[in-house]
């Protein structure tokens, strides 16, 4: 199986998920189909299994991220920079799985519930690091709130451990903000949408997660004297 995987893993980048084939691996692993079908009888099940190994890998790396900065005694605002510099490590590192996992959707295939626990373990990062924010009083109050009534489905109360009380109600929705915020920027810097824009890819991220949080209330070190 680890075999398959990983060369499925490859292929990814060669080929993209939309072309990716039982036959393309077993042709690449130096395998019979019938051998990788005994594992994955569908592409689309070897499809799951590559989306939650990318899902666990990336969440485990900013568990890792963050588990160190607050071993080394950071805030909150040093946390997540270091959780979101972790994903975009990994991001670099596998782009193939990044954009299995953020790029466009593959023709013919839905995934499955499996892949929900996975996929909750990058947001379950943010939603820790705001939360532990908002308790410890590290969070600057919104100038105005931006809505009379929830705009959320209950998972999303449950993942941040309820509603806050005002003058936080909003905070979940502008945490989904920093959340799609943190994809986006991944998204434009992985698929090279910035290079001819910014001189330092790695410093404009730091500046657009600092950007991005001040939505939430929350202040990042933007250079390596505040971390």
Do not use: C
Request: charged residues 20%; hydrophobic residues 45%; negative net charge.
């Amino acid at each position: 199986m680890d075999v398959m995987k990983a060369t499925a893993r490859q292929l990814l980048v060669k080929l993209g998920a939309g072309n990716l084939s039982l036959e393309a691996v077993a042709s690449e692993a130096g395998l019979t189909e019938a051998e990788v079908e005994a594992v994955f009888p569908t592409r689309d099940e070897l499809l799951t299994a590559l989306l939650i190994d990318a899902y666990n890998a990336s969440g485990e790396a900013m568990e890792e991220a963050d588990r160190a900065a607050r071993e080394a005694g950071a805030g909150a605002g040093a946390r997540l920079l270091a959780v979101t510099r972790a994903l975009r490590a990994w991001s670099f590192e596998n782009p193939g799985e990044f954009t299995l996992v953020y790029g466009s959707p593959v023709p013919g295939y839905h995934a499955p519930m499996d892949t929900v626990p996975p996929a909750s373990r990058t947001p379950a990062v943010l939603a820790g690091i705001v939360r532990s924010a908002l308790e410890a009083g590290e969070l600057t109050p919104p100038k105005r709130p931006l809505t009379g009534q929830s705009l959320l489905l209950p998972e999303a109360v449950q993942l941040f451990g309820g509603v806050p009380e005002a003058p936080y109600a909003d905070l979940i929705e502008r945490g989904i903000v920093l959340w799609s915020s943190l994809v986006g920027l991944l998204v434009f810097q992985v698929f090279s949408r910035t290079h001819d824009s910014v001189r330092d890819e790695s410093a404009y991220f730091d500046f657009a997660i600092a950007v991005a949080a001040e939505g939430v209330g929350l202040e990042v070190p933007f250079n390596e004297n505040e971390l």
